[in-house]
């Protein structure tokens, strides 16, 4: 996987927890891992569980094995809600959307990341889209075609000028980044600014 995939994956995760959850730190937390650098050896998440509770283990690769290097905090299968008595556990929103899922005993899933709806944030709208989210800014043309196809928004128009030129000049994108979006897509990421992403 190419670095700038993993960083927009990774950065996708936490802008739509941070929409899920209104935490506007993760926006900021989502665009800044776009700059970032790569982490030093792959990982990826494994949901696990045991008669009482849900974690996720994230393994690292190193030395041509997968190796443990920590569990979020374990979630009760009961209640739903963190175990407390001890700390030191990953957070569970580290844990990328599309890694999120866990199996009943016979096999079949009962949760997944793409359960968890993607929301607009309602003071983002209120600004008209202006600025949308760093972590949409942040995002380049390819990224943008895999993004845009995940969301349904109404349309919104512009008037007097293209939505290349309202998109860079009132909307603070950076057009390098837009480069080989079709008019269409330009219209609906206009439409997603505007509806408060």
Same mark, same amino acid.
């Given at each position: 996987?190419? +670095? +700038?995939?993993?960083?927009?994956? !990774? ?18 937390? &989502?665009?800044? !891992?776009?700059?970032?650098? #790569? #982490?030093?050896?792959?990982? @990826?998440?494994?949901? &696990?569980?045991? $008669?009482?509770?849900? /974690? ?10 997968? *190796? ?23 957070? #569970? ?8 899922? /866990?199996? %009943? ?10 359960? !968890?709806?993607?929301?607009?944030? #309602?003071?983002?709208? &209120? +600004?008209?889209?202006?600025?949308? %989210?760093?972590?949409? +800014? %942040? ?5 943008? @075609?895999?993004?845009?196809?995940? !969301? ?8 007097? *000028? ?8 009132? @909307? ?6 837009? $480069? ?13 600014? @505007?509806?408060?992403?």
């Amino acid at each position: 996987m190419k +670095r +700038r995939r993993f960083l927009f994956w !990774i950065g996708f995760g936490f802008f739509t927890l941070g929409e899920k959850l209104r935490v506007v730190a993760f926006d900021d937390l &989502a665009a800044g !891992i776009m700059a970032d650098d #790569p #982490p030093k050896s792959p990982l @990826h998440w494994r949901a &696990a569980r045991n $008669e009482n509770w849900l /974690w996720y283990e994230q393994e690292t690769y190193k030395d041509g094995r997968w *190796m443990l290097t920590g569990i979020t905090t374990p979630i009760n299968k009961q209640t739903g809600e963190p175990y407390t008595e001890h700390k030191g556990y990953l957070d #569970p929103n580290f844990v990328p959307l599309d890694e999120r899922a /866990w199996e %009943s005993e016979d096999g079949e899933q009962v949760a997944t990341g793409k359960d !968890i709806e993607h929301l607009p944030d #309602p003071k983002r709208r &209120a +600004r008209h889209g202006r600025p949308p %989210s760093k972590w949409l +800014r %942040s995002l380049h043309a390819d990224e943008l @075609h895999i993004w845009l196809e995940t !969301i349904d928004v109404p349309e919104a128009g512009v008037s007097g *000028m293209t939505y290349w030129e309202h998109l860079t000049r009132d @909307h603070f994108f950076d057009a390098e980044k837009l $480069e080989g979006l079709s008019i269409d897509e330009q219209a609906k990421l206009h439409a997603a600014a @505007h509806h408060g992403y």
